[in-house]
């Protein structure tokens, strides 16, 4: 059995900005827990760009928990703040928007399963789950000197 996990100062947004993993430009996230034994993912996501951030549907179930700045999802009418929580039901196709006046989106979702990244006709252009966290995460860090055991600390 892998040991409890214990991050301190995991909600610090403005320290070790070398702990963030590059997504795309303006995109990283910070993981907090990678678990491979139940295929899900808790982590902050950070994005300094505005408008269409992806288009993407769940295999499962999402909770988000907004930190800082705002975002929303073309298909639904409501807009998420710093202190909001969103639940997104697994099987859902959306598309996220950081609106052009926010600077610095900080979200922790918690992702079980997976995600599809579509176009607007809902064609797979890609997908996201924790072995590819895990990949992304393990070549930047290792890429900084932290080491190759260095994502271990995450992993159950």
């Known amino acids: 059995m892998r040991p409890d996990l214990f991050l301190s100062r995991a909600l610090d947004l403005d320290t070790d900005q070398d702990a963030w993993v590059p997504q795309a430009e303006g995109v990283w996230f910070k993981p907090l827990l990678l678990s491979v034994s139940e295929g899900y993912y808790v982590n902050l996501l950070r994005v300094t760009k505005s408008g269409v951030l992806s288009r993407h549907r769940h295999s499962g179930p999402v909770h988000a928990i907004i930190l800082r700045g705002t975002w929303h999802y073309l298909e639904h009418d409501w807009i998420v703040k710093a202190g909001d929580y969103a639940f997104e039901p697994p099987g859902e196709t959306h598309t996220l928007v950081v609106p052009e006046d926010c600077s610095e989106m900080i979200t922790l979702f918690h992702a079980s399963g997976g995600y599809v990244y579509v176009d607007p006709q809902g064609v797979a252009l890609g997908y996201e789950d924790v072995f590819t966290k895990i990949s992304a995460a393990s070549r930047h860090y290792e ?14």
């Open 143 to 156: 890429a900084l000197g932290r080491g190759a055991g260095y994502i271990e600390q995450f992993l159950r």
